[in-house]
């Protein structure tokens, strides 16, 4: 009976130290992530900028792409290893993670808006050069 005794204790000598931390990251962490809410918004939005621009027009070397991405989150001022930590801490506060996404969808929004109305600005100013050259031309 003893022996039983003793082999039960030393597994869970064995499996708590393993388990515990297991358990331990299952609970939602309240500290705070390397990287806050706003500059993290910005490098996602980033990154899904330039995640389309490698999908529509990719590199000739298919691992040149670690390079763009790298150089990402150095432009931030901060190293791939906080990113990741980041992200880990904001997968486990999801209701912090879906601010940060709303954000990302409105900077894209607003840049999508921006880029939209340069178009129609150089659509303009071209339609105004050729106007000017059609009345420079029947003066002659």
């Given at each position: 009976m003893k022996k039983k005794q003793r082999m039960k204790n030393k597994y869970l000598t064995i499996l708590l130290p393993c388990l515990l931390p297991l358990l331990m990251?299952?609970?939602?962490?309240?500290?705070?992530?390397?990287?806050?809410?706003?500059?993290?918004?910005h490098i996602i939005a980033d990154y899904y900028m330039e995640q389309s621009t490698l999908t529509q027009f990719p590199?000739?070397?298919?691992?040149?792409?670690?390079?763009?991405?790298?150089g990402l989150v150095e432009k931030y001022g901060c190293t791939e290893e906080e990113f990741d930590s980041s992200v880990v801490w904001y997968t486990k506060n999801l209701d912090v993670y879906e601010k940060v996404y709303n954000q990302?969808?409105?900077?894209?929004?607003?840049?999508?808006?921006?880029?939209?109305?340069?178009?129609?600005?150089?659509?303009?100013?071209?339609?105004?050069?050729?106007?000017?050259?059609?009345?420079?031309?029947?003066?002659?």
């Open positions: 990251s299952c609970q939602e962490d309240k500290g705070r992530p390397l990287i806050e809410e706003e500059r993290m918004a590199p000739a070397k298919g691992d040149i792409r670690f390079y763009y991405y790298s990302v969808e409105k900077i894209l929004e607003a840049r999508k808006d921006s880029i939209l109305n340069l178009i129609e600005i150089q659509k303009s100013t071209a339609k105004d050069t050729v106007m000017t050259q059609d009345t420079l031309t029947a003066g002659k």
